[in-house]
């Protein structure tokens, strides 16, 4: 994409307005100074969608932190503002997402005080995760929260799959991955699903949805790319007719013991 995300400032924006933790070096206000002179106005329909997974993801993250974990990779981060937000000394952030959108994000990052996260400029459609985590730093005999919030419907299952099995390999004994995930009722045709979506969408023609699975199918994919599953949370679905069958999974995984 040759674009700067417009999902990632949707998201962003309607985070700004929220109440958060912050850690003691941390800056409270980092979501707000990230989003300075965005000019898109956020559906009200994904706020209540967007506060429930903020605050599931801030909760992993602190409990991550008061853990001893010393490494953070946010996978698609946009305008994530955890590295500000949750900065602590001897974490590191790493975050991935497109050229663009990474781009603007430097920009913005520059006008903000203090240590930001390393960028790390990456398209998941083509691009050797593994080997660009490797080269950005990021140390794979360590444990790491791993973040893929709002992402994976991006991306295709064949996408998702490398995505998660580069993330495992990189994922020492101790590491978690916190992930969302769209999903649709068992009696669903997937693709009719994500037709109707994404024909409901504004941003379908640059940002489509691509992987929306029943449940069971989604959390499969998790397993099957070196992921035990922990926790797996109902996120409350907004914007969404209630009959329509579909809604989001906030997920808690851990590397599999045997891999
Ligand atoms: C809905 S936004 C979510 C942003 C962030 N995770 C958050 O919750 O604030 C989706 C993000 O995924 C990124 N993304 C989507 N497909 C991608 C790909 N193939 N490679 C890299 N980043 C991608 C977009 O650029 C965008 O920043």
């Known amino acids: 994409m040759t674009q700067v995300s417009v999902t990632g400032q949707v998201v962003a924006l309607l985070r700004a307005a929220m109440v958060r933790p912050s850690t003691p070096e941390g800056d409270a206000d980092a979501q707000r100074l990230l989003c300075a002179g965005m000019s898109i106005k956020p559906p009200e329909s994904r706020r209540p969608s967007i506060e429930a997974r903020t605050r599931f993801i801030d909760d992993r993250v602190l409990a991550a932190l008061a853990a001893g974990i010393r490494q953070v990779v946010i996978c698609g981060a946009g305008y994530d503002d955890r590295a500000l937000r949750f900065r602590t000394s001897g974490v590191r952030f790493f975050e991935l997402d497109h050229p663009a959108t990474q781009a603007d994000k430097a920009a913005r990052l520059a006008a903000i005080a203090g240590p930001g996260p390393v960028l790390v ?9 593994a080997a660009a985590l490797a080269h950005a730093g990021h140390d794979p005999t360590q444990p790491t929260l791993f973040i893929c919030e709002g992402l994976l419907v991006y991306l295709t299952r064949q996408e998702c799959d490398r995505l998660l099995a580069a993330l495992a390999e990189r994922a ?23 037709a109707t979506a994404n024909a409901a969408r504004r941003t379908a023609s640059t940002e489509p949805w691509r992987t929306i699975l029943p449940r069971e199918q ?3 994919m998790l397993t099957r790319a070196g992921w035990q599953l922990a926790e797996c949370d109902d996120s409350p679905a907004s914007g969404i007719p209630a009959t329509s069958g579909r809604g989001s999974l906030l997920v808690v995984a851990h590397p599999a013991p045997l891999r």
């Open 121 to 129: 400029q990456a398209d998941f459609s083509t691009d050797d995760v």
């Open 172 to 194: 020492a004994p101790g590491s978690e991955l916190v992930v969302t995930l769209a999903v649709h009722a068992d009696d669903q045709d997937t693709e009719l699903v994500l």
């Open 218 to 220: 989604h959390l499969a």
